[in-house]
């Protein structure tokens, strides 16, 4: 017979709760303060190709490059289709000259083992399990090209450090650095294409994706023809020299100039607090109320072992209560469920779920755009929802 009584009641509720309950992985939270005025100067009902269109994209370019402390000589392009559509466009346009290392330790970096298969590029795989794990880096070679995830979104994972890449490699590397872009430290001489979207550390909206070309990807771009057709989205390249006006703002589809404006309105806002330097302090320190939390609390902990590899973007639990992980699989991901449902029913944490292949327990994004006060005020929160489960079990 069903019982129709509420659920017990293991503590009392918290009464602070978080101003902003938006702890999404991406798209992720607006500045402080964004309002829809932010957006009053777009370029709305102007083609893009007008000159105040351009304008408006070379802006967004600049502006990249002054708060990220982009090299001088390195160019950068909005592209379409997001992270995906830039790391894409890398992989197309250069792969297949020499072989290729591809490592990955959660879900969208195993989308590149799987295009890199399509491609039918000679690529050895090296692949980190379980979820928080990372490959073995010491099988990097000198002479390969190599694709990387530098945050593991799904896996609360980083790398830590860019010292397995050779200074004097030969080929070239791929950075998807989608959710470490403006919150973690980049070795431009290291990354010859560095990847990203608008929707993550920054706030911005999605669709539109940034790639980032050192000299020596350039050179391997007007060097090497791939022997396969490439989309029209995918070219960088006109008569075999890279298309300057790509690098200027000129795009190769139609970007949405409403979604420009708000990532210049983003851009502006890094500036005024401090620029890249105070964008890293504020997800380090975000991140670390949730890392000194799980540290003295017994029943969660980081789902990446290594302190050294902690994301300090999307940040992921897992949960190791002894009468949780007694569950199988199905009871597992059920109290996930239904711990998360609770905070999203409170209105203290919406899409602050694992990801849907990852272990279940949370995934909190902590990046620069994420209030400090509202981490701190989450905790009690999350310890409630917590109880209120478990003692369902007991």
């Given at each position: 017979?069903?019982?129709?009584?509420?659920?017990?009641?293991?503590?009392?509720?918290p009464?602070?709760?978080?101003?902003?309950?938006r702890?999404?992985?991406?798209?992720?939270?607006?500045?402080p303060?964004?309002?829809?005025?932010a957006?009053?100067?777009?370029a709305?009902?102007?083609?893009?190709?007008?000159?105040?269109?351009?304008?408006?994209?070379?802006?967004?370019?600049d502006?990249?490059?002054?708060?990220?402390?982009?090299?001088?000589?390195?160019?950068?392009?909005?592209?379409?289709?997001?992270d995906?559509?830039?790391?894409?466009?890398?992989?197309?346009?250069?792969?297949?000259?020499?072989?290729?290392d591809?490592f990955?330790?959660?879900?969208?970096?195993?989308?590149?083992?799987?295009d890199?298969?399509?491609?039918?590029?000679?690529?050895?795989?090296?692949v980190?399990?379980?979820?928080?794990?990372?490959?073995?880096?010491?099988?990097?070679?000198?002479?390969?090209?190599?694709?990387f995830?530098?945050?593991?979104?799904?896996?609360?994972?980083?790398?830590?450090?860019?010292?397995?890449?050779?200074?004097?490699?030969e080929?070239i590397?791929?950075?998807d650095?989608?959710?470490?872009?403006?919150?973690?430290?980049?070795?431009?001489?290291?990354?010859d294409?560095?990847?990203?979207?608008?929707?993550?550390?920054?706030?911005?909206?999605?669709?539109?994706?940034?790639?980032?070309?050192?000299?020596?990807?350039?050179?391997?771009?007007?060097?090497?023809t791939?022997?396969r057709?490439?989309?029209?989205i995918?070219?960088?390249?006109?008569?075999?020299?890279l298309?300057?006006?790509?690098?200027?703002g000129?795009?190769?589809?139609?970007?949405?100039?409403?979604?420009?404006?708000d990532?210049?309105?983003?851009?502006?806002?890094?500036?005024?607090?401090?620029?890249l330097?105070?964008?890293?302090?504020?997800?380090?320190?975000?991140?670390?109320?949730?890392?000194?939390?799980?540290?003295?609390?017994?029943?969660?902990a980081?789902?990446?072992?290594?302190?050294?590899?902690?994301?300090?973007t999307g940040?992921?639990?897992?949960?190791?209560?002894?009468?949780?992980?007694?569950?199988?699989?199905?009871?597992?991901?059920?109290?996930?469920?239904?711990?998360?449902?609770?905070?999203?029913?409170?209105?203290?944490a919406?899409?602050?779920?694992?990801?849907?292949?990852?272990?279940?327990?949370?995934?909190?994004?902590?990046?620069?755009?994420?209030?400090?006060?509202?981490?701190?005020a989450?905790?009690?929160?999350?310890?409630?929802?917590?109880?209120?489960?478990?003692?369902?079990?007991t």
């Amino acid at each position: 017979m069903t019982s129709n009584a509420p659920p017990k009641l293991a503590a009392k509720k918290p009464e602070i709760r978080p101003a902003d309950p938006r702890f999404s992985s991406g798209p992720t939270k607006k500045r402080p303060g964004w309002s829809f005025t932010a957006l009053e100067g777009a370029a709305l009902g102007r083609s893009h190709r007008s000159k105040l269109g351009k304008a408006k994209l070379k802006e967004a370019i600049d502006r990249t490059r002054a708060l990220l402390e982009v090299p001088a000589d390195f160019k950068i392009a909005i592209v379409p289709a997001s992270d995906t559509g830039a790391v894409e466009m890398a992989m197309w346009s250069m792969l297949g000259e020499r072989p290729v290392d591809v490592f990955a330790w959660e879900s969208f970096g195993e989308e590149w083992v799987t295009d890199a298969k399509a491609l039918k590029i000679d690529a050895a795989l090296h692949v980190g399990r379980p979820y928080g794990a990372l490959p073995d880096f010491s099988k990097a070679r000198r002479h390969a090209d190599i694709i990387f995830t530098q945050n593991g979104t799904t896996a609360g994972a980083k790398i830590p450090n860019f010292d397995w890449i050779a200074a004097d490699r030969e080929g070239i590397t791929i950075n998807d650095c989608t959710s470490a872009a403006f919150a973690q430290p980049i070795d431009w001489s290291k990354s010859d294409v560095v990847t990203y979207s608008w929707q993550k550390v920054m706030g911005g909206e999605a669709a539109h994706g940034m790639i980032i070309l050192s000299p020596r990807a350039v050179a391997r771009l007007e060097s090497y023809t791939p022997d396969r057709p490439l989309p029209k989205i995918f070219r960088m390249t006109k008569k075999g020299k890279l298309d300057a006006e790509l690098f200027e703002g000129a795009t190769i589809n139609t970007p949405s100039l409403l979604a420009t404006e708000d990532y210049l309105d983003t851009l502006k806002w890094g500036e005024s607090i401090g620029g890249l330097k105070a964008l890293h302090a504020r997800a380090d320190a975000n991140a670390k109320v949730l890392y000194d939390w799980a540290a003295k609390t017994p029943w969660i902990a980081p789902l990446a072992e290594d302190p050294r590899t902690w994301s300090n973007t999307g940040v992921c639990l897992a949960i190791t209560d002894a009468r949780v992980a007694a569950l199988d699989d199905d009871g597992k991901a059920a109290f996930a469920k239904k711990l998360n449902d609770l905070l999203e029913k409170e209105g203290v944490a919406v899409d602050a779920a694992n990801y849907r292949s990852a272990p279940p327990g949370l995934r909190i994004w902590c990046g620069a755009t994420i209030e400090k006060s509202d981490v701190e005020a989450l905790i009690p929160w999350i310890e409630w929802a917590f109880a209120t489960c478990v003692s369902d079990l007991t």
